[in-house]
């Protein structure tokens, strides 16, 4: 569903991604790791279209971002770390402005909004200024707004930064039942134990290249992911 | 601890000068010059306009004994541009910053917080009132009589100035700020409030300027029938003519009256800049919501940001009010117009030349309208969305234009009828103002969203900085009055060999190319710099 192809991004002289290259499946969760300014976020960026990369390619089940971006963008839902959503509006308003973009009819938006603001209990706050709205509140309405189109690829950057216990398990839920209907899921994250229950594969960058790449199972072994973190950390 | 503040605020004033916003670097060499060159240039047009009007005014008052008198008018009018500059942002810049909270959570003063943001007002209305009182400054050296103090005074007077503006600004804004906590629809409210305050003061200072059209005769008597109500600008004036005791008056009544608002302003500071105690709830009500284009969705965003900011409204919006008011006011006025256009036409020598002025007089007043000119700057850090989803670029630039398009074109429409209505012209021109007209209101929301996409600023910490601290703002602005100056004096040399009818049409042919070449642009061009902002 996702593949990325020797993906380079420079900042100036800088390069914040170096060759990388990762095959994500359809029904497929990947973390994606790294230290602060690991090249994490351009990367993300990167897959959803929003920053042009230098070298490489990225493909959305077959699309290349590069050439068609809007037929990718059309596929995918991308969950930024800092949901600075527009406060000038309320919350159904946003809603119905990325159904609008995405061209969901009326009856399903109605379903699909209200399904997951009852589950993420928003519901009741829709009418207010997003100005008035919470990190953790501001984080759902992008999650909802996310899925609103049954994306094919899920982008997420640090998604349950900002959510409550309570939300990020429903989050969690909702990834899972989401890879049983086949959506792929590729999220970064610094929360080593979340990875690692709820994700097939790990990617784990460092100074922009990935260093360590796989399933689960076979990047962790016996240890956890956290060790292998830690040590990949200190042998670079 | 304050200069590090004083610091973040200077930088944060002048950054759409010493920042590349697009690379977000700062511009250093050749990008700095030009920069520095093309703000220098309006910079200076401005003046020259406003220095043949102060050299008037110097030459008519001065040797009649009026000095003061000069620098009083000229106060004011600096007063009008300083409070354009300053008053409309200052609830923003104050309690809307979007680093209030990050500095508050410092180990700093309120106070010192609310000093740097002050300062930052000073120097927005100081730049706006230089406008003005540089020029008068100017004339008044080369065609009055200053002694060494007077020419001293004079050159401090301008900075003293800025402070009356910062009162001003600084009463609106704090009258603003505690009716803000309270309302729902605050934007609505301000705007409404601010638009109130601007038109108290313009009917004051249209009183004091009615006065002056019998100044060459009368202008001992109007003088000494003002020196009361402009006590404070009479002490101005002894001031710029050497008188200490006046320079010691002005100074102190304007700190005076600055200090008599810091009080309460420092007071309040925190409180206004943390509650929000805002509207009542409001219940969430199921309702199946129509599905929308991709650009009518676009479009309704826009119009949206634009209603919700009153910072945004009042800013560039001002002429969509301005326009059906000058219309109405025609109307109201369709006799003295009427008895005025013999003598134009007189004036002029040919009776179609009118009609080109009064198209002119339009054009001028549409000029207020710059909706686009900060658009894309607005986007700020929510342009992560549009950049996500799969919209065209170029259907998110289209939509800009058809917001301005969507409030400009009504209100231009009304001013056009009203126009035609009271000067009556023959059929050529009854179809060609407003095709004039629309054409400019084009060819301005075209300039302004070429302009934001040229030098974009997407870092800001409150809305007042890209809506009035941006070089896309302020070329947009004056950059209307300046084509429709040039287009103006373009006549001088043709009058006579090509007839006002025929030049009109040459006008809306010019006006009709460039507004191609500049959608052109932005279509292609524009659309690749939006998507890689």
């Known amino acids: ?236 | 601890m304050i200069k590090a503040l004083f610091k973040k605020q200077m930088i944060e004033v002048f950054s759409y000068l010493f920042m590349a916003n697009k690379k977000k670097t700062r511009r250093t060499g050749k990008a700095l010059v030009c920069a520095l060159a093309l703000y220098g240039v309006l910079f200076a047009y401005l003046c020259v306009m406003l220095f043949f009007m102060a050299k008037f005014l110097c030459e008519t008052l001065v040797p009649l004994g009026l000095t003061w008198f000069y620098f009083a008018i000229m106060a004011l009018m600096s007063l009008v541009m300083g409070i354009i500059g300053s008053v409309f942002n200052t609830y923003a810049t104050l309690y809307l910053a979007k680093d209030n909270d990050t500095l508050l959570a410092m180990p700093i003063p309120p106070r010192y917080i609310l000093f740097a943001r002050l300062a930052g007002v000073y120097v927005s209305g100081l730049f706006f009132e230089l406008l003005v009182m540089l020029p008068a400054t100017v004339a008044w050296f080369m065609y009055g009589e200053p002694t060494v103090l007077g020419a001293i005074f004079a050159v401090l007077l301008p900075f003293v100035l800025s402070f009356f503006v910062l009162s001003l600004s600084c009463l609106l804004g704090l009258l603003v700020a505690a009716v803000a906590t309270r309302i729902r629809h605050k934007s609505l409210v301000i705007t409404l409030l601010s638009l109130g305050f601007l038109g108290l003061y313009f009917w004051g200072y249209s009183k004091l300027m009615s006065s002056l059209g019998d100044l060459l005769t009368v202008a001992g008597d109007i003088a000494e029938k003002v020196k009361g109500p402009l006590f404070l600008f009479y002490h101005m004036g002894r001031a710029a003519e050497g008188n200490g005791l006046s320079m010691l008056i002005f100074t102190s009544i304007v700190l005076g009256i600055f200090l008599a608002i810091l009080f309460p302003l420092s007071r309040s500071f925190l409180t206004l800049a943390t509650t929000n105690r805002g509207a009542a709830r409001k219940a969430y009500r199921r309702a199946r919501t129509a599905q929308r284009s991709a650009l009518k969705a676009l479009l309704v965003r826009e119009l949206k940001h634009f209603l919700a900011s009153h910072v945004y409204m009042i800013n560039c919006g001002l002429g969509v009010l301005m326009l059906p008011i000058m219309g109405i006011m025609l109307l109201i006025f369709k006799d003295d117009v009427q008895t005025m256009l013999p003598l134009l036409e007189a004036l002029c020598k040919n009776a179609d030349t009118v009609y080109l002025l009064f198209a002119a007089m339009a054009c001028m007043m549409m000029s207020m309208i710059y909706i686009t000119a900060p658009s894309v700057s607005l986007e700020g850090k929510h342009i992560w969305i549009v950049q996500s989803l799969p919209i065209e670029p170029r259907k998110v630039l289209y939509a800009k234009l058809l917001m301005h398009l969507v409030i400009a074109v009504p209100a231009a429409l009304v001013a056009a009828v009203c126009l035609l209505i009271v000067i009556s012209p023959s059929l050529p021109f009854l179809l060609l103002i407003p095709l004039a007209m629309l054409l400019f209101l084009l060819l301005e929301a075209l300039f302004g969203l070429f302009m934001n996409l040229k030098f974009p600023n997407l870092n800001w910490t409150n809305e007042a900085v890209p809506v009035k601290q941006s070089m896309s703002v302020l070329v947009s602005l004056f950059g209307g009055w300046a084509m429709t100056v040039a287009l103006g004096a373009l006549y001088v040399p043709l009058h006579g060999h090509v007839s006002p009818a025929l030049y009109l049409v040459l006008v809306c042919a010019v006006l009709l190319g460039l507004c191609a070449a500049l959608f052109q642009w932005i279509r292609s061009k524009g659309a690749e710099i939006f998507a890689t902002l």
Do not use: W
Not at chain 1, 16 to 45: M, P, R, W, Y
Not at chain 1, 85 to 109: E, S
Not at chain 1, 141 to 154: D, K, N, Q, T, V
Not at chain 1, 165 to 193: D, N, Q, W, Y
């Open chain 1, 1 to 236: 569903m996702l593949k990325i192809e020797h993906l380079t991004k420079c900042y100036g002289e800088k390069k914040a991604v170096d060759d990388l290259s990762l095959h994500i499946q359809k029904g497929e969760i990947c973390a994606f790791i790294g230290h602060n300014g690991a090249g994490k976020t351009t990367a993300i960026k990167s897959v959803c279209g929003i920053l042009r990369f230098d070298a490489g390619e990225i493909y959305i089940d077959g699309i290349s971002v590069k050439e068609d971006p809007l037929a990718a963008k059309r596929l995918l839902a991308y969950i930024p770390d800092n949901p600075d959503l527009y406060d000038f509006m309320t919350g159904i308003g946003y809603l119905n402005f990325v159904a609008d973009i995405f061209g969901v009819d009326a009856a399903l938006r109605d379903e699909r909004i209200h399904r997951f603001t009852d589950m993420l209990e928003l519901t009741a706050d829709l009418a207010q200024p997003i100005a008035a709205y919470s990190h953790g509140m501001k984080q759902k309405l992008a999650i909802i707004s996310a899925l609103l189109h049954e994306p094919r690829l899920l982008v997420m950057d640090e998604p349950f930064v900002g959510l409550d216990p309570k939300a990020a398990h429903l989050l969690k839920e909702l990834m899972r039942e989401m890879c049983r209907e086949g959506t792929a899921i590729f999220f970064s994250t610094h929360v080593l134990e979340v990875a690692e229950k709820l994700c097939d594969k790990v990617a784990i960058i460092k100074g922009g290249k990935l260093i360590r790449a796989g399933k689960m199972e076979e990047v962790k072994g016996d240890t956890s992911l956290e060790a292998v973190f830690l040590e990949l950390e200190g042998k670079q």
